[in-house]
């Protein structure tokens, strides 16, 4: 009789249950060889080293959409992150694919975010020469900054599901790197849109900034009229629509996780009035113009301070031989939004004495 490691039997199991189109943990592939653990099968185990990681402790202070949130109730990067991760995971387990796989892709989907939002990300992307995108950037951490320059050594497929979550702004079904090859891959980067369409919204309302009744009458017909409606809605239609992802019937080709087109319609529109009139809206150009100048000035003091910087940072861009301005930007981009305020602080405004 042969005795199976716990991992094995996992494995076993889900050749046994899953989908034939799911991503299956024995045929993981790493950067890296390494020895299997006895107890975890891959996917498992690159959600746990993310999941562990201080990048992903740090999103707990790094913005979703206000920045710097003094309420107890807006959502943060991390409570973002978790929402994602769950919605996907719901989909992911009606259609019997890899919830492993789901659940990794979207606890690091996120984690090279920088301080403020997409306004610390929109600054970063202005100052540094190759340009800066959270997308990129979490593929950066996990494959070259974490672990002291070492990186986690994560699958194929959970690095390639965090490149490719990233979409334009048009449609949620356009990217500008490219379509992840697992379905896995693609259902967080439309639930991603899921999660924060909706929940930006609630924290919209809770802020002021926009009113229930002025949300677009027509996507909230085909939508739902309240948060826990629409994100119903849009999961109900995510597994009807992709049925064939179970296993039951003939995927399309190519086999693209979507929505149907009238769900689809009603949540590009619904984004794009969010973008309108909460994203871009000018009540918040500016703290996005502060918060412009706190990480141009803290990235032109330390291109010229490099000393200042931390070690690990150094010692990885030593080793690459990149340009110091690389470290400046891996550094500023790894800061919580109260951090970098505080290192502004600390180096731009004068001590008070007395007090």
Not at 30 to 38: F, I, M, N, S, Y
Not at 76 to 101: G, K, M, P
Not at 245 to 260: K, L, N
């Amino acid at each position: 009789m042969i005795s199976l490691s716990i991992r094995e039997q996992r494995e076993a199991l889900e050749s046994q249950t899953l989908s034939p189109l799911a991503a299956l943990s024995a045929a993981a592939v790493r950067e890296r060889p390494e020895a299997p653990c006895p107890i975890r099968p891959a996917y498992q185990h690159d959600r746990d080293r993310i999941l562990h990681s201080k990048p992903f402790r740090r999103l707990k202070h790094k913005t979703q959409v206000f920045i710097a949130p003094v309420g107890d109730h807006y959502r943060t990067r991390l409570t973002h992150t978790l929402e994602v991760t769950q919605i996907s995971r719901t989909v992911a387990r009606a259609l019997r694919l890899n919830e492993d796989l789901t659940e990794a892709i979207g606890l690091g989907h996120d984690i090279g975010h920088a301080p403020f939002g997409h306004a610390g990300e929109t600054a970063l992307a202005r100052i540094y020469p190759d340009h800066f995108r959270h997308n990129e950037q979490s593929r950066r951490i996990v494959e070259v900054i974490a672990r002291a320059g070492s990186g986690m050594n994560l699958t194929y497929a959970v690095r390639e599901g965090i490149y490719l979550h990233s979409k334009a702004r048009r449609d949620i079904m356009t990217t500008a790197w490219g379509t992840a090859k697992t379905l896995e891959g693609q259902i967080i980067k439309i639930c991603d849109s899921v999660a924060y369409i909706n929940h930006d919204i609630d924290d919209a309302i809770r802020a002021g900034l926009l009113l229930p009744e002025e949300l677009p009458g027509d996507c909230l017909d085909v939508l739902g009229h309240s948060h826990g409606e629409r994100i119903n809605t849009m999961v109900a239609d995510l597994i009807a629509t992709n049925w064939w992802a179970s296993g039951a019937g003939d995927p399309p080709d190519p086999p693209i996780i979507s929505m149907s087109p009238p769900v689809l319609a009603a949540t590009n529109a619904l984004r794009d009035f969010m973008f309108r009139h909460v994203y871009l809206a000018q009540s918040m150009e500016k703290d996005q113009e502060k918060v412009r100048f706190v990480i141009e000035t803290l990235y032109d003091y330390f291109c010229t301070h490099v000393s200042e910087l931390p070690d690990d940072l150094l010692s990885v861009n030593r080793q690459r031989q990149e340009p110091v301005a690389r470290a400046v930007v891996d550094y500023i981009a790894g800061m919580t939004d109260r951090y970098a305020l505080e290192v502004f602080k600390r180096i731009f405004i004068p001590k008070t004495w007395g007090a």
